[in-house]
C-alpha cells in the first residue's frame, strides 16, 4: 500500500509537470489532497494517475481497501455512530484511520503540545480492538500518545532545508516517511542547484530527458561546468528517466576486505553505543554486539575491538553510512575511552562513508540519501515490525529502558532493525558494483584537462 498526502502547503509553486513527476516517482496508489481549492483539485484530478480522494470532499467518512490494508478516511465525529455498526467488518479489517479532526494544541499550563478532539479516540475505541490512528494536522514525524495509543502525524513538516510532503507505504506493517517537495523536475538531479538549473534552462535545456541527451562536450562550454559536473548530472538524469543506477567512476574497493557497519546509540551525542552491527564480505556472515547493561558502556566496545584485531588485515575497511559523521566519530571516542587495548587495531584500520563514496562514485533514481530510502530504490525491502521504526524511535526505546522509565525492550525487534540497517548497506555496495559504468570520470578528467571550448 503506498498512499500520498498532497497538502496545498507543501506544492505551492509547483508546475503540473512538477506534481506530475512527485507521483511518478513516490507511485502512490492513493493520493489524499487537502487545502486546495475546488479548480485546483480539478487540475489535480486531470494528471494525477491513480486514485485521487480530495479531503475537503469527504463529507463523514470513506472506506478504502488496497491489498490486505483497510483505509479509513473519516471527517465528521457524529458518523462514528454509524461506523460502529460496522465494527465487525471493520476489526476484520484492522483499519488505518486517517482523520483531520484529531489535532495539536499548546497547553499554556507548560507549553507543550497536547492532543484535540480524544473524545473521537474513545469513541472508536469503544468497537475498534486494532487500528491505527493518523492525523493529516500533525507534522510527519511527530507521535503523541493517548491511554497507550499511538497517534501519527501525516501532515507537511518544514525544516530548514524546505518543507517535506508526507507518504505511507508498506502492507501488514505501516511506515509513514516524508519526501523534500524541492525535489522535482530539473532539481531532482543531485548537485545541479538553482544557479546551474537556471543557467541549462537559458539553453533551452528545460527537463531530465533533454539533459540525459546532451554531449557533455557541449555542456562544458558553459563556465563553471567540468567533467565531473557535466558526468555527474548527465548520468543522473537518465537514471532518474530511467530508474536506474550507473557507476561514474570505477570501484576502487572491489578488492578490499570490507566489512560493513552500523552503530545504536541512545542519542547524537551518545552516552553509550549499545549496539554494533557488521557484515563481513569474506566471512559471508552477519555479526550484532548487544549491552543489555547500560552500567558496562564500554563491554561492546572492547568485544567489537577484539573482533577487529583478529580478523582484521592489510586490505580491511570498515564502512558505514554517513560514517564521517557519526559511526567513526563516536567510535574513535569509544575506543580510546574504553578500548585503548584495541585502539591500534581500530585506527590502523581504513574506513569508508558510504554515503559519500556511493555520491562520488555512481548515480541512482533515489531523490535523498537516507539510507532506507536508497536501499529501497535498489531493492531491498524491510519487513515486520522493525520496518516501523526509526532511528529516533530506536534511540528513545533504550533510553526508556536504560532510565527505568519503560521495561526491558523487545530485543528481538530492536537486533532485527539493527541488522536490516547493516544489510542494507552491504545490499547498496553490491548493486552499485554490478551496475554499469556509464561514464569513466577518471578518462573525461584526462581527456579534457586541457581542452579549452
Not at 469527504?58 to 465525529?77: A, C, G, W
Not at 455512530?81 to 494544541?105: F, H, M, Y
Not at 526508556?400 to 536490516?420: C, N, Q, V
Amino acid at each position: 500500500m503506498r498512499l500520498l498526502h498532497l497538502p496545498r502547503k507543501a506544492v505551492t509553486g509547483h508546475s503540473k509537470d512538477e506534481i506530475k513527476d512527485l507521483e511518478e516517482y513516490l507511485k502512490p496508489e492513493i493520493t489524499l489532497t487537502s487545502g486546495f481549492g475546488r479548480s485546483r483539485r480539478r487540475m489535480l484530478d486531470k494528471i494525477i494517475s491513480y486514485e485521487a480522494i480530495h479531503l475537503e470532499e469527504v463529507e463523514d467518512y470513506e472506506l478504502r481497501n488496497l491489498d490486505d490494508v483497510s483505509i479509513l478516511i473519516l471527517r465528521d465525529q457524529s458518523c462514528v455512530e454509524e461506523l460502529k455498526e460496522r465494527s465487525k467488518i471493520l476489526n476484520d479489517q484492522k483499519p488505518v484511520v486517517l482523520t483531520d479532526l484529531i489535532k495539536e494544541e499548546i497547553d499554556e499550563s507548560n507549553f507543550e503540545y497536547r492532543l484535540k478532539n480524544t473524545a473521537i479516540l474513545d469513541h472508536l475505541s469503544s468497537f475498534l480492538d486494532d487500528y491505527k490512528i493518523i492525523s493529516t494536522k500533525m507534522e510527519t514525524g511527530k507521535k503523541q500518545h493517548y491511554k497507550h495509543r499511538s497517534i501519527h502525524g501525516l501532515g507537511p513538516c518544514f525544516d530548514r532545508n524546505g518543507v517535506k510532503i508526507p507518504f505511507i507505504h508498506g502492507s501488514k506493517t505501516i511506515k509513514i516517511r516524508s519526501f523534500p517537495a524541492e525535489r522535482v523536475g530539473l532539481s531532482a538531479v543531485p548537485g545541479l542547484g538553482e544557479k546551474f538549473s537556471t543557467v541549462l534552462e537559458n539553453r533551452g535545456i528545460q527537463d531530465r530527458r533533454a539533459l540525459k541527451d546532451m554531449d557533455p562536450k557541449n555542456l562544458m562550454k558553459e563556465d563553471g561546468i567540468g567533467p565531473y559536473r557535466c558526468t555527474k548530472w548527465i548520468s543522473a538524469a537518465e537514471a532518474i528517466e530511467e530508474e536506474d543506477v550507473f557507476r561514474i567512476q570505477k570501484n576502487d574497493l572491489i578488492d578490499k576486505h570490507r566489512i560493513y557497519l552500523d552503530i545504536e546509540t541512545d542519542s547524537l551525542r551518545p552516552s553509550i553505543v549499545w549496539h554494533i552491527g557488521i557484515y563481513d564480505d569474506d566471512k559471508e556472515e552477519y555479526f550484532s554486539f548487544l549491552e543489555k547493561d547500560p552500567e558496562r558502556n564500554g563491554r561492546i566496545i572492547r568485544k567489537f575491538g577484539k573482533y577487529l584485531k583478529e580478523n582484521r588485515r592489510e586490505k580491511t575497511v570498515l564502512l558505514a553510512w554517513y560514517g564521517s559523521g557519526f559511526d567513526f566519530k563516536v567510535l574513535n571516542k569509544f575506543f580510546e575511552r574504553y578500548g585503548q587495548r584495541f585502539l591500534n587495531a581500530w585506527n590502523g584500520t581504513e574506513k569508508v562513508d558510504l554515503m559519500k563514496w556511493v555520491n562520488k562514485k555512481a548515480v541512482t533514481y533515489c531523490r535523498t540519501s537516507k539510507l532506507e530510502d536508497v536501499a529501497e530504490c535498489l531493492g531491498y525491502k524491510r519487513e515486520g515490525k522493525s520496518m516501523e521504526l526509526d532511528g529516533e524511535e530506536v534511540a528513545k526505546m533504550y533510553v526508556e529502558y536504560m532510565t527505568g522509565e519503560s521495561k526491558k525492550p523487545d530485543w528481538d525487534i530492536l537486533r532485527s532493525y539493527a541488522k536490516d540497517d547493516v544489510l542494507s548497506l552491504k545490499h547498496i555496495y553490491k548493486k552499485i558494483s554490478e551496475a554499469p559504468l556509464k561514464y569513466d570520470l577518471d578518462e573525461m578528467k584526462k581527456k579534457y584537462r586541457n581542452h579549452r571550448f
